[in-house]
């Protein structure tokens, strides 16, 4: 008999059991505000190099939203690395962990911005256009939390994660 690991445990002592349905409104805060993070740097970074190269609205906001994806998963794929798991099961994790979470902000987020009078023919200077966006991922936030509470106590989404930790 192995006595390296536990039922519950990899030989590092790491719990990887999935959480359970008391996932905590903390929990799901923590992980939205994780992929808020990753989202809105990507997203902001994508508007501003769309804007620059005065691409139109479609190519802008698609750059955009690619970007959130990039920089959503890099953030989890970053941190999960740093656990010691390999890259091929790393991406996996972070895949795994975030996809629902990111789509669903960047629909909200991007459906707000589209919705606002205006907010898409605003140039980073206007109030408009950062006011459209905040309001945008602050919506996502306050609709991502709920879904991401929902899946951690179902082991899914950043319950994934947390078993890393």
């Given at each position: ?23 905590s ?13 990753g ?13 620059a ?54 629909a ?58």
């Amino acid at each position: 008999m192995d006595h390296s690991t536990n039922h519950t445990g990899d030989a590092h002592g790491h719990d990887h059991r999935p959480v359970g349905p008391g996932a905590s409104w903390s929990m799901a805060v923590k992980a939205t505000l994780h992929c808020l993070t990753g989202c809105a740097v990507g997203e902001i970074l994508g508007m501003v190099i769309g804007t620059a190269l005065l691409w139109g609205n479609v190519p802008t906001m698609a750059l955009a939203i690619a970007l959130a994806f990039v920089f959503g998963y890099s953030f989890t794929l970053f941190a999960v690395l740093r656990s010691g798991l390999g890259p091929r099961s790393a991406v996996k994790v972070a895949l795994a962990a975030d996809t629902v979470s990111i789509a669903v902000m960047e629909a909200v987020d991007n459906g707000i911005i589209a919705l606002v009078p205006g907010a898409m023919d605003a140039h980073l200077s206007d109030g408009l256009f950062w006011g459209a966006l905040l309001g945008g991922f602050g919506v996502a936030f306050l609709v991502t939390t709920p879904l991401n509470k929902w899946m951690i106590g179902r082991g899914k989404g950043h319950a994934v994660v947390h078993g890393l930790h």
